[in-house]
């Protein structure tokens, strides 16, 4: 009889063990992958990033300040904010500004998993 509480104990424990086990290891590739898409999204930013300064350079507003911002919602759907900030935007025709902001959507749509929304100022 207590062979068999001392069988039945260690068969619990075992078991037990095991679950443990599996959950942890679960919980850790989840964990891992979702770091691995957080740096893959943080790559895709900086890029984005970078494009759009190469863009505006390009385009004749060397040294514009960019940033990018994003908020997420209760959903957890994103909003980046782009704002650009340089001297000349205040002399720049509409038809130019309205130009690069179509860039800017056309990059975003290559980069970024999100609503954008852009700002210029002076």
Not at 103 to 109: G, H, I
């Amino acid at each position: 009889m207590i062979g068999r509480i001392k069988l039945f104990i260690i068969l619990s424990a075992a078991i037990v063990v095991t679950v443990i086990l599996s959950v942890s290891v679960k919980a850790y590739a989840n964990d891992k992958k979702g770091k691995e898409y957080r740096a893959a999204i943080e790559r895709n930013e900086a890029e984005y990033v970078k494009d759009i300064r190469e863009y505006l350079n390009d385009y004749g507003f060397k040294n514009a300040g960019v940033n990018l911002t994003k908020e997420y919602d209760k959903d957890r759907n994103v909003t980046y904010r782009l704002v650009v900030n340089h001297h000349s935007f205040e002399y720049a025709s509409t038809s130019k500004i309205h130009n690069m902001e179509n860039c800017f959507y056309e990059k975003a749509d290559e980069y970024l998993k999100g609503s954008l929304e852009t700002e210029f100022s002076f």
